[in-house]
Every structure is written in C-alpha cells, then in structure tokens.
C-alpha cells in the first residue's frame, strides 16, 4: 500500500471519528447563462452540486484577529477531498443543512500530487 493511500485512508477515518460532527455539505457551484446573438435570448446557466464530508468550525479569536482577511462570523470548513468530485473555487456556495456559505479562500493539504484536505474561508449569506 503506498504512502498516498495510507494518508487518504487515515484523513477518512479521521472524519469517521468525528461522527455527528462531520456531516454532508455540497458545494454548489452556478454557471451563469450567455447571451445567444443567433436567437436573441439568454441561455439558462447551470447549477452543479457537489456532496462531500466535512466539518465547520470557529475560527479561534486569536488567529481571526491576527488575519486581516478574516471577518467577524467567518469559519472554516475542514471538507474530506477523498469524497468531492470536484476542486472547490472561490466564489462557490457551500451548502450546510441550515446554513450556506459563500467560499472566500481555499488552502488544500496536498504533500504530493493528491489532496486530502480542503480547508475553506466561508463567509455566511
């Protein structure tokens, strides 16, 4: 078994571990429509949905306040890579069971070629 598998095997289990807390979120990400100049009308854009485990988490006082891009009620989504079909892109919309969220800035932990985690500045609508 090679090191990337035994990494994405653990990053998994750990979000297991967490049970209740790590739940289903989507990111959504809309395309929006064109203008067609042939027909005269605007084509309809497109809603993608992309289901992935993950948790959202505070942000703790102290690292929101030495972030100047951090703003009050901001937080983090810690989202499994291994379970997302898609990369996340700022300006996408990350959906919780109540809440959603718009992405402001993306780090992805990826020591080789493969990501495994995606943390994401989220910022509430």
Same mark, same amino acid.
């Given at each position: +078994?090679?090191?990337? !598998?035994?990494?994405?095997?653990?990053?998994?289990?750990? %979000?297991?571990?967490?049970?209740?807390?790590?739940?289903?979120?989507? $990111?959504?990400?809309?395309?929006?429509?064109? %203008?067609?100049? +042939?027909?005269?009308? /605007?084509?309809?854009?497109? $809603?993608? !949905? /992309?289901?992935?485990?993950?948790?959202? @988490?505070?942000?703790?006082?102290?690292?929101?306040?030495? !972030?100047? %891009? $951090?703003?009050?009620?901001?937080?983090?989504?810690?989202? *499994?890579?291994?379970?997302?079909?898609?990369?996340? @892109?700022?300006? *996408?919309?990350?959906?919780?069971?109540? *809440?959603? %969220?718009? @992405? +402001?800035? $993306?780090?992805? @932990?990826?020591? !080789?070629?493969?990501? /495994?985690?995606?943390?994401?500045?989220?910022?509430?609508?």
């Amino acid at each position: +078994m090679s090191l990337q !598998n035994i990494v994405a095997k653990a990053t998994s289990a750990a %979000f297991r571990a967490v049970g209740d807390l790590a739940g289903v979120l989507t $990111i959504r990400r809309e395309t929006p429509g064109e %203008f067609d100049p +042939m027909l005269g009308i /605007f084509t309809p854009g497109v $809603i993608e !949905n /992309f289901p992935c485990r993950g948790i959202i @988490v505070d942000y703790s006082r102290e690292w929101a306040a030495s !972030n100047h %891009f $951090i703003e009050s009620g901001d937080q983090e989504a810690i989202l *499994d890579a291994a379970t997302l079909e898609t990369i996340p @892109v700022v300006g *996408d919309t990350l959906v919780s069971s109540d *809440d959603i %969220f718009t @992405v +402001m800035h $993306i780090e992805t @932990v990826k020591p !080789n070629a493969h990501a /495994f985690i995606y943390k994401l500045q989220v910022r509430g609508q």
